[in-house]
């Protein structure tokens, strides 16, 4: 059994910073994880944000955080980090760590919410304007 436990999100004024985190337990035939972050705010469908490859090599950003977050993987296998800075009101959502067991040979993004078994519970950001 797969888990995914993100941490991190909260209130912040428009233009301040978070810093998101998401760590794995549990273990699957594949030797690791592709991983994303997703958003999905009220009334929208779940969009991602930014994905990494299983080596993090190989990241994807969606247009409208180009420039303002960064993907990263952490130490610990399997775990993720999302530093997103100059947050804008319209930012605010819940956020939700993904991930995609894959083998040694695959080093791939991946950026669709089909191509993700596991998910989180979800941690809340808040922009106020």
């Known amino acids: 059994q797969v888990q995914l436990v993100e941490s991190g999100g909260g209130l912040v004024q428009a233009g301040g910073s978070l810093r998101l985190s998401c760590a794995t337990s549990g273990r699957t035939s594949y030797s690791s994880f592709a991983m994303g972050w997703f958003r999905q705010a009220p009334g929208k469908e779940r969009e991602c944000v930014a994905a990494?490859?299983?080596?993090?090599?190989?990241?994807y950003y969606t247009d409208s955080v180009k420039g303002r977050f960064a993907i990263s993987r952490g130490n610990a296998k399997d775990s993720i980090y999302l530093q997103m800075n100059s947050l804008k009101p319209e930012d605010t959502a819940v956020y939700y760590c993904?991930?995609?067991?894959?083998?040694?040979?695959?080093?791939?993004?991946?950026?669709?919410?089909?191509?993700?078994?596991?998910w989180g519970q979800g941690t809340k950001v808040t922009a106020s304007s």
């Open positions: 993904a991930a995609r067991p894959v083998d040694y040979s695959d080093n791939s993004y991946y950026e669709r919410r089909v191509h993700y078994g596991y």
């Open positions: 990494i490859g299983r080596n993090g090599d190989n990241t």
